[in-house]
């Protein structure tokens, strides 16, 4: 199947929640993956979050394609950032796409050019640079391996995050470049990349106006756009603003809430709420 919950989300033009996995071992993607109906898709974060790319991102998409054709889009963020207009990232598109992934993050996506790589190294031919030869992808499709080599482009979705000034200053030129399904917005290193204080748990005024201004242009180009909460209170009100996917929480974050909560009124008081990763 080429569908999946996040494309369905984007095809019908609804806003789709997510969580970002930065804990290491299928049992972590697998249990975050199962706890909510809600849930369109979980990232596995191989670039600040510490599952490897080799071979643990694997795992991790094969542990939540194992919970049937209803779970959660896997997306991984890759760790390449910067340049990557060489074409230095390619292998590691090329390695979790070939593992099952349901599209990549690639952070710091800062010129047209960098955008282009990445959406190449995303497609097979004639649309990009992407080589065949998996034993693996299809399955975790569920696609004979001829249906995936024809199809996968359509379902493949590509996101360059804008978090840097030179990626704010080019994004129409990123935001222009054909195959690019939408960019994803780092509001913590967007934040300190313009010598501001990272959320707590908001942008301060200026970075919110940026943070609007980027969700704008991307909409008049026929672009998704998306952005990381550290809330559900916080990804409702993103919801509202037009946010086409929207993480809600963090693996470690939940856990951690969850624990706080739990053993702060086991003894009588009220846990402390924490906000960023």
Avoid at 22 to 34: D, F, M, N, Q, S
Avoid at 150 to 178: C, R, S, Y
């Amino acid at each position: 199947m080429t569908s999946h919950p996040l494309l369905r989300a984007f095809q019908a033009s609804k806003p789709a929640f997510g969580a970002w996995i930065t804990l290491p071992g299928l049992w972590a993607a697998r249990t975050a993956a199962a706890a909510s109906p809600h849930l369109s898709w979980l990232v596995i974060d191989c670039e600040h979050g510490l599952t490897p790319l080799q071979p643990g991102a694997a795992e991790s998409i094969a542990a939540v394609t194992a919970l049937g054709p209803d779970a959660p889009s896997t997306i991984v963020r890759i760790p390449a950032t910067g340049a990557c207009a060489d074409g230095s990232a390619t292998w590691q598109i090329k390695y979790v796409l070939d593992a099952g992934a349901r599209g990549v993050v690639v952070p710091m996506v800062s010129t047209g050019a960098q955008a282009k790589s990445i959406v190449s190294a995303a497609r097979f031919p004639p649309h990009g640079v992407r080589g065949f030869g998996s034993p693996f992808t299809q399955v975790s499709w569920g696609l004979s391996a001829a249906d995936y080599l024809q199809k996968a482009n359509e379902g493949v979705l590509v996101l360059g995050q804008i978090e840097t000034p030179e990626g704010v200053k080019n994004l129409q030129d990123i935001l222009a470049v054909d195959g690019l399904d939408g960019v994803f917005i780092g509001p913590y290193d967007l934040s300190l990349s313009h010598g501001h204080p990272p959320p707590s748990p908001d942008p301060v005024p200026i970075m919110e106006k940026m943070i609007q201004e980027i969700l704008q242009a991307a909409h008049k180009a026929g672009k998704k756009c998306a952005i990381y909460c550290s809330s559900g209170e916080q990804a409702a009100k993103r919801s509202k603003e037009g946010f086409d996917m929207i993480n809600v929480t963090t693996d470690s974050g939940a856990m951690t809430e969850g624990i706080a909560k739990h053993l702060a009124a086991a003894v009588g008081q009220v846990a402390e709420k924490k906000f960023g990763y």
